[in-house]
């Protein structure tokens, strides 16, 4: 997803989604291959957008039925709707199989439906096949889809594989500190970047890791200090500003935090974390109004953590004085499985907590 954010903010990104956009809404004729109509319908899919991410696939379909790119994307569709059988037929109908991006596919579906084994084989085995050129990226990406699925320790395993096979490979470096991150190992990431960073001086990653270690750590110094670094390296970095962000969130520097919240969500205004957060940071300020614009949002759209939108929207009726309001949120909040009632009503709610721990939430 990080990638993602600084992909769909590059300037040749929006140049393509700018003159797709003109032509939906003109009529007039413009020519698109087949990865980028995907990647505009990927664009779509990560902002909830999905009528438009559907008629920009079907569009891509209509003029590439056979490209692999599009097809990808249909397949991955499925596996979110938990819809195995079609999912591994639109998989197995794909033309090349030996397309390193649809042997990705192949293991996130395994991934995906519980059949992690079947992945691990197939990656490394795959990746065993490769040559000296290829294979390097192909475990890197192996190692990330593996994060990403929740499988740490295979994550961390594989990165050292990485790293005994390919020593000059300096891309992995970062990689194994999001391991570590991700493995609440935060001392172990710091070390290994400082060790290291005079090989990465200008990864941007290297010091994003580095922060989010800190900041893990309450050291909000250094991670602040980390981020500026990557922000100096790259001064629009969507996954930086977020993490300044947050830094500014966590060490209570609240209009701070909402300035560079907002500099994330003019890009990516429908990203679920960032609204979230954004009205915590509004909420901690007593910018009652403009939280509530915020969590309306949200509980329109989010299905993940309807529960706390509804309980924070109830709170902040309460807070204006909106008892009618507050009444109608706190009945709808009450419906959910988790929510903030008890944390945020204790007079009226003080049974069990039936809230989730903020750094758990399913973003």
């Known amino acids: 997803m990080n990638e993602d954010y600084n992909y769909f903010q590059g300037k040749d990104f929006r140049k393509s989604l700018a003159a797709y956009e003109h032509m939906v809404a003109t009529g007039e004729p413009a020519e698109f291959d087949s990865e980028t109509l995907t990647d505009i319908a990927e664009y779509y899919a990560m902002n909830q957008r999905m009528d438009d991410a559907d008629r920009c696939i079907q569009y891509a379909l209509s003029f590439y039925p056979d490209s692999v790119d599009p097809q990808i994307f249909l397949s991955r569709q499925q596996m979110f709707y938990g819809h195995r059988a079609e999912a591994w037929r639109i998989c197995n109908a794909i033309t090349d199989q030996d ?44 190692i990330a889809l593996c994060k990403d699925y929740g499988f740490g320790d295979k994550a961390m395993e594989w990165v050292t594989l990485l790293r005994n096979d390919f020593p000059d490979y300096d891309e992995a470096i970062a990689l194994q500190a999001e391991i570590h991150n991700y493995r609440r190992e935060y001392n172990k990431a710091i070390a290994l970047l400082e060790a290291n960073i005079q090989h990465v001086p200008f990864d941007t990653q290297a010091w994003l890791q580095m922060a989010e270690a800190y900041l893990w750590l309450e050291q909000y110094t250094e991670a ?102 507050s009444l109608h949120y706190r009945q709808q909040a009450e419906k959910e499985e988790f929510n903030n009632l008890s944390s945020l009503f204790p007079d009226l709610y003080p049974g069990p907590d039936l809230s989730i721990n903020p750094d758990d939430l399913p973003f």
């Not at 397309?99 to 992945?119: G, P, W």
């Not at 701070?256 to 679920?272: C, I, M, Q, T, V």
């Open 224 to 325: 602040t200090e980390a981020t500026e670094y990557a922000l100096a390296i790259e001064p629009d970095n969507a996954q930086g500003i977020l993490m300044m962000a947050n830094i500014l969130l966590d060490s209570n520097r609240l209009n701070e935090a909402h300035e560079y919240y907002g500099r994330f969500l003019k890009s990516f205004p429908n990203d679920e974390r960032a609204n979230y957060l954004d009205a915590q940071c509004l909420i901690d300020a007593g910018q009652y109004e403009a939280a509530i614009q915020r969590l309306e949002r949200l509980a329109q759209t989010s299905f993940t953590i309807r529960g706390h939108v509804l309980s924070y929207l109830a709170f902040c009726h309460a807070q204006l004085g909106h008892d009618e309001q």
């Open 99 to 142: 397309d390193r991006e649809v042997i990705f596919l192949k293991a996130e579906l395994h991934f995906y439906f519980n059949e992690s084994q079947k992945a691990f084989d197939l990656l490394l085995q795959e990746y065993q096949k490769a040559d000296d050129e290829e294979a390097p990226d192909f475990l890197y990406d192996s």
